[in-house]
C-alpha cells in the first residue's frame, strides 16, 4: 500500500494538460480515479488497487452512458466484431475514443466528480479566453470570423448590392457581429469578401471610417493602423 500511494502522491496532473493533450476515456478515467484514490485509505496494497480499478470501471461506465446520451461528446470508436449477432450492439473503445481535456473536465464537473484542482484551474482558464469554444473544436477563431462575416455581407449586398467592398468591411454589422468585436485590418476583410462581389471592384474607404484602434493582420500580430494623406 506504501508503493501505490506513494504512486498517487507523484502523480503528475500538470502533464496531463500539456498543450494540445487529447485524451482517451480510458486516460481520463485513470486520472479521475487517481486523484480519488489519493483520499482513500486501504491495509494493504492489493485492496488499494482493486479500490482504484472498481472507481476507474464506475467512471467509464458513466462516461459510455453519457456519450449514448448525448451529454459527453468524443470522438467515438467502437470495437469491431466478427457476430453478426452483435451488429446493433456496438461497444464503445473507451481505448481509442478520445475527448479534448477541457470537454472532459467540464463533464466530470457537472457530474459533481471531484477532479484535481490544477483541472479546475485549466477549465477556468479556458472558460476566460473568447477563443475557448472554439480552441476543444479544432476550429481558428479566424476561421469563424471569416465565415461569419460573409454570411452578414452577402445579406447585406441584397440589400444594397452597389456598396464597394471597402464599404462593408467597415460596416458596423461586420465589425461587431462578423467579428465579434475583435478588429481586423480591412484589406483582410475586404479579401474575405471580395470574392461575393460580381464588379470586384474595392472602392474607397472614407477616412473618418477607418477604426484607428489596435488591428489584427493575418499572422496574428497586433499593429496600428497608419492613416495615409491622399
Known amino acids: 500500500m506504501n508503493n501505490l500511494n506513494n504512486f498517487l502522491r507523484r502523480y503528475n496532473f500538470e502533464a496531463c494538460i500539456a498543450p494540445r493533450k487529447i485524451w482517451s476515456l480510458m486516460e481520463s478515467a485513470d486520472y479521475f480515479a487517481t486523484h480519488l484514490g489519493r483520499k482513500e485509505s486501504c491495509p494493504d496494497r492489493e485492496t488499494a488497487l482493486n479500490k482504484l480499478l472498481s472507481v476507474r470501471n464506475n467512471l467509464l461506465t458513466e462516461m459510455r ?4 446520451e448525448g451529454e459527453l461528446v468524443v470522438n467515438e470508436v467502437y470495437l469491431e466484431s466478427d457476430d453478426p449477432a452483435d451488429e ?3 461497444v464503445l473503445d ?4 478520445t475527448v479534448n481535456p477541457f470537454i472532459m473536465i467540464n463533464w466530470a464537473l457537472s457530474k459533481k466528480i471531484d477532479v484535481p484542482t490544477v483541472f479546475i ?3 477556468d482558464r479556458k472558460k476566460l479566453s473568447k477563443t ?3 480552441e476543444y473544436l479544432g476550429v481558428k477563431i479566424s476561421t469563424i470570423h471569416h465565415e461569419r462575416c460573409r454570411a452578414i455581407a452577402e445579406l447585406l449586398w441584397e440589400i444594397e448590392p452597389d456598396m464597394p467592398i471597402a464599404q462593408m468591411a467597415c460596416r458596423r454589422e461586420i465589425i461587431e457581429i462578423g467579428c465579434q468585436g475583435n478588429i481586423y ?7 474575405w469578401l471580395a470574392t461575393l ?3 470586384r471592384r474595392p472602392g474607397r474607404i472614407s477616412q473618418n471610417k477607418l477604426p484607428t484602434e489596435n488591428m489584427e493582420s493575418d499572422d496574428g500580430k497586433r499593429k496600428k493602423l497608419v492613416n495615409r494623406k491622399k
Open 65 to 68: 452512458i453519457s456519450v449514448e
Open 88 to 90: 446493433g450492439n456496438s
Open 94 to 97: 473507451v481505448e481509442k475514443s
Open 121 to 123: 484551474t485549466y477549465v
Open 132 to 134: 475557448a469554444a472554439y
Open 185 to 191: 485590418d480591412m484589406r483582410t476583410i475586404s479579401r
Open 197 to 199: 462581389k460580381t464588379d
